[in-house]
């Protein structure tokens, strides 16, 4: 029998939607957030077949949801559902057309954001020491996990993005969507280019947006990127050092990291657009290093 008199806050129900989903640290995450915000919530990971994006959000929302994070391959089918006429979307989800955070709200509308640029830019100034200013910065990749880090990036205000990708078409088709006057940054140059063009000359920061490493599989970069000084970074993560980091290592960098502290940094977005608190994420991606 329920106690009447028991005045504790029912759990809000969150989760993580994708396909495949079993891998996902993302319960593990806020799980850690939520107690140290003193906060009740239950956060489960949500296998969505193939075609059932939509019902399931719709479902999880009419079952008492509060939010969802989105993760592959539905993110494009998010932006579209939060581009509808009922729904609300940010700015920058909008533009890198791919939304990995829901919040439903009070009127019955979702607001869709993406956290990933703001994840990879706080992991990089705030737990990497970084700043992004002035840099000459290469990103290799223009899939979905490039898409929502670019505008963040530009508004640190960096000398030069360069995205490389095996199709340059597709690197330039991202490029353009920033280059309206009143969306680029002033002070930030954009090109595009094939992996086998990239310019031979040392970046201060190489992104690897591409899934290679998961494969075991290098991006087909020229050592000539590199030099003892750039900072290499893997958006994938691994308990040991991925192959695109090992072999930055040993072609005499002395920086290199993986993508946790963005994994983490993302979902501390996420957190605060539903709870309005910030985590502290430090302690949290030291936990995940030993998980």
Request: proline content about 6%; charged content about 20%.
């Amino acid at each position: 029998m329920t106690d009447l008199f028991d005045f504790k806050a029912k759990p809000s129900n969150y989760g993580v939607m994708g396909n495949p989903i079993r891998h996902s640290k993302s319960p593990e995450i806020h799980g850690m957030f939520a107690a140290q915000c003193n906060i009740q919530m239950h956060y489960d990971r949500i296998q969505v077949d193939t075609g059932g994006f939509d019902q399931a959000v719709s479902h999880f929302n009419a079952h008492g949801g509060a939010g969802l994070n989105v993760t592959v391959p539905y993110k494009v089918e998010a932006w579209k559902m939060c581009k509808s006429e009922h729904n609300t979307i940010s700015k920058r989800a909008d533009l890198a057309e791919a939304v990995n955070t829901l919040k439903f709200q009070q009127n019955g509308s979702i607001y869709g954001e993406n956290t990933d640029g703001a994840g990879l830019v706080n992991d990089l100034e705030n737990n990497i020491g970084l700043k992004l200013a002035d840099l000459l910065i290469l990103i290799i990749g223009a899939g979905g996990a490039v898409r929502g880090i670019i505008g963040p990036i530009i508004d640190r205000a960096p000398a030069c993005i360069t995205i490389a990708n095996r199709t340059v078409s597709r690197a330039s088709t991202l490029i353009n969507r920033y280059t309206d006057p009143i969306e680029k940054s002033p002070a930030t140059r954009l090109q595009a280019c094939a992996l086998t063009d990239i310019p031979d000359q040392p970046y201060d920061l190489i992104i690897n947006g591409t899934a290679a490493s998961l494969e075991g599989k290098l991006p087909g970069i020229s050592p000539a990127c590199l030099s003892p000084d750039s900072t290499v970074y893997d958006m994938m993560y691994s308990p040991q050092p991925t192959v695109f980091m090992s072999w930055a290592l040993s072609c005499g960098v002395n920086h290199a990291h993986d993508g946790l502290g963005m994994l983490v940094e993302q979902a501390a977005e996420s957190f605060f657009i539903w709870h309005e608190q910030r985590p502290q994420t430090a302690p949290v991606i030291q936990a995940m290093r030993k998980i």
